[in-house]
């Protein structure tokens, strides 16, 4: 809002020369925190972009103005996005009576009588980092690091990194600030964590915050978002939730978080087997299963290795992860089931395939499990819908199992074209799906395996005859003459 100085500031303002800019309480403790990196998260409407003016207008107003203006570097995924809304906010907030002058077809922005330099920069292509090469900032602003609807936008960690270097304006307490709706779990902003010389600080605005978008409104936008598939940006454009970006038409939509996911750590039972299913590639994965006498199949644990070999994989993780879940491995049986394709030996080495070094490395025998994809995709779908027991699910994934989990909620997923028309293709789905393929091929081998199709029909839908039932009896029996 706009209003004279003719009153003591409060608390939760920020002045400028004519103009007061009220900010909520989230917003107010973000403005006064000192941390050299600050991230200001929350839904879509709840006032970041506008918090953020309102914290580069507070810094001008404790600086010496011998070292004004503040140069601040303002960047967010693409040059249009940042006109549409970083500089559109600045517009309003000049039609509220905020002195801005604009300059180089808006590309800069004087703000504030002189305060606030503003230079606006799209991130449109990797070779547009070198804009910050040779530059000279006081602060480092970056909109929307983290994409909106998919994982192909957003803002690489390289422009922090390097952003953070050019804060060397003189007189002027070198800081970066991030604005963002709520990231996929994965992303780089979640981190962040303070260093000897680095201190971070996260402030999260609650949904309902901004008193200028009715709770109806809130409630259509969520609708719209659910209605058109998509619950995943529902949870974190809405409801400010962070969670996973999903990419497309769910390969496990059987899987449900509250049935299936076990609520505390799942602890190895002694005595039983352990499964470990294999996927193997450019990702080669394990993840460990182990079925326990009250008949549940439980999801231990699971590893990726990106960019490696299986006797990497191997010994960089795998036999780590045994140490640390099972103790002493020598005490436990395995059994080894997976990919078919590790069969085959590896271009490099005719004489040498994944399953040899597996062998070589584990020594274990390995089975093979089947090569057509409805077998494996049909398995872990009707595993998934087994009926629950005392309100679990018979397959139970540990929490702590974050590959699995992540394949299931949706990272393992088919394709959509523009018209949103699903692609049922396996080489498409592998190719959106990308690392979180990999575990989900391993589950599906194992349920291929461990739980046929046939054997999971033939137990659900076992014919038992009515009581009363009336049978017609044969031509030849002594009733039918």
Same mark, same amino acid.
């Given at each position: 809002?706009?209003e004279?100085?003719?009153?003591? =500031? ?15 309480? +989230? ?11 600050? #991230? ?23 600086? @010496? ?22 500089? $559109?906010?600045?517009? @309003? ?11 180089? %077809? ?26 910050? %090469? ?24 390289? &422009? ?7 804060? =060397? ?8 600030? #991030? ?21 971070? /600080? ?26 058109m ?5 529902? @949870?974190?454009?809405?409801?400010? %939730?962070?969670?996973?970006? &999903? ?19 799942? =602890?190895p039972?002694?005595g039983?087997?352990?499964v ?10 394990? !993840?460990?299963?182990?079925? !326990? +006498? ?17 006797? $990497? ?14 103790g ?70 540990d ?7 992540k394949?299931?909620? *949706? ?8 018209? *949103?028309?699903? #692609?049922?293709?396996? @080489? ?28 999971? &029909?033939?137990?659900?839908? !076992? /014919?038992?005859?009515?009581?009363n039932?009336?049978? !017609?009896?044969?031509?030849?029996a002594?009733?039918?003459?």
């Amino acid at each position: 809002s706009v209003e004279t100085l003719q009153r003591p =500031r409060l608390p939760d303002e920020v002045p400028a020369p004519g103009f007061i800019l009220r900010l909520t309480r +989230p917003i107010a403790r973000f403005v006064k925190s000192k941390a050299i990196v600050k #991230i200001l998260m929350g839904p879509r409407g709840e006032g970041k972009t506008t918090g953020c003016y309102a914290d580069l207008l507070e810094e001008s107003r404790t600086t @010496d103005p011998k070292f004004l203006p503040i140069r601040v570097a303002v960047i967010r995924d693409t040059w249009t996005n940042l006109e549409r809304s970083t500089i $559109q906010t600045l517009r @309003d907030l000049q039609k509220d009576g905020l002195e801005v002058r604009w300059k180089k %077809q808006e590309h800069e922005a004087i703000v504030g009588n002189h305060r606030v330099h503003c230079l606006f920069m799209g991130m449109d292509d990797l070779k547009d980092i070198s804009k910050l %090469q040779g530059f000279g900032c006081g602060i480092l602003w970056i909109e929307e690091p983290a994409p909106a609807a998919d994982l192909s936008g957003g803002v690489s960690q390289e &422009v922090l990194g390097i952003g953070i270097t050019s804060l =060397r304006q003189q007189g002027i307490r070198g800081r970066a600030i #991030i604005s963002m709706n709520p990231p996929d779990e994965d992303h780089w902003t979640l981190k962040l964590q303070d260093g000897n010389f680095l201190s971070v /600080e996260l402030f999260h605005i609650p949904k309902g915050t901004n008193p200028h978008i009715s709770g109806f409104q809130r409630e259509a936008f969520k609708e719209a978002l659910v209605m058109m598939g998509r619950q995943d940006l529902a @949870d974190r454009l809405i409801e400010g %939730q962070i969670g996973q970006i &999903v990419l497309g038409e769910k390969v496990t939509p059987e899987y449900n978080e509250s049935i299936h996911m076990a609520e505390r750590t799942l =602890r190895p039972f002694p005595g039983r087997p352990v499964v470990r299913l294999w996927d193997f590639g450019g990702c080669p994965t394990c !993840v460990w299963w182990q079925l !326990v +006498p009250s008949g549940f199949c439980h999801c231990l644990g699971a590893v990726v290795g990106e960019n490696m070999g299986v006797a $990497q994989l191997i010994e960089n993780l795998v036999v780590p992860w045994e140490r640390s879940r099972l103790g002493d491995r020598a005490a436990w049986k395995f059994r080894d089931i997976g990919d078919p394709a590790g069969n085959t030996p590896d271009q490099s080495n005719s004489e040498r395939s994944a399953v040899w070094e597996l062998q070589d490395l584990l020594n274990t025998g390995f089975e093979a499990g089947p090569i057509a994809w409805h077998e494996r995709k049909d398995a872990i779908k009707a595993l998934l819908t087994k009926p629950p027991i005392r309100g679990k699910g018979p397959f139970l994934v540990d929490p702590d199992c974050g590959p699995v989990l992540k394949a299931l909620r *949706g990272g393992w997923c088919y394709p959509k074209d523009a018209t *949103g028309r699903v #692609i049922y293709e396996v @080489d498409a789905m592998k190719r959106r799906s990308g690392k979180h393929s990999h575990p989900g091929d391993c589950c599906a081998y194992g349920a291929a395996v461990l739980f046929p199709i046939d054997d999971l &029909v033939r137990r659900q839908f !076992v /014919e038992v005859a009515p009581r009363n039932r009336i049978t !017609v009896p044969a031509p030849d029996a002594w009733m039918a003459q």
